[in-house]
């Protein structure tokens, strides 16, 4: 499998080559305000992901980080500081992914104007 995305201007452009894991949207409070709703990712090993450009990474807390285009302000990656996995945002995948959500997560923390109301997995 092979996947390809970018950000809004193109100044970031990033191939996935292995199987992606994890399709979720995340409905925490940093997700919904940095990208102003949920975010939508999978994540794949950081060798099954090239990133062409150089985004900027924001340590959003101790434990991870996002990185973004410093140009457009798309929100394209995130990365556990322990982990040697990377996700990165759906959205910004050029045309069909051929993916399917597999969960919810931090359902809590999500807004209180929409409902989940699509049957998938709930963290």
Not at 43 to 58: A, C, N, R, T
Not at 118 to 123: H, K
């Amino acid at each position: 499998m092979s996947l390809q995305g970018s950000c809004l201007c193109g100044a970031i452009r990033f191939e996935v080559t292995g199987k992606p894991q994890g399709v979720s949207v995340c409905h925490c409070g940093q997700c919904r305000r940095q990208s102003g709703h949920l975010w939508a990712s999978a994540y794949v090993k950081d060798d099954e992901l090239s990133i062409h450009g150089e985004p900027q990474w924001y340590a959003s807390s101790a434990e991870a980080k996002r990185g973004f285009c410093p140009t457009c302000g798309s929100f394209l990656f995130w990365k556990h500081r322990d982990e040697d996995t990377t996700s990165f945002a759906l959205g910004a995948i050029d045309g069909p992914t051929g993916l399917t959500l597999q969960k919810h997560i931090f359902t809590a923390d999500k807004g209180d104007y929409y409902e989940i109301s699509d049957g998938v997995e709930q963290r």
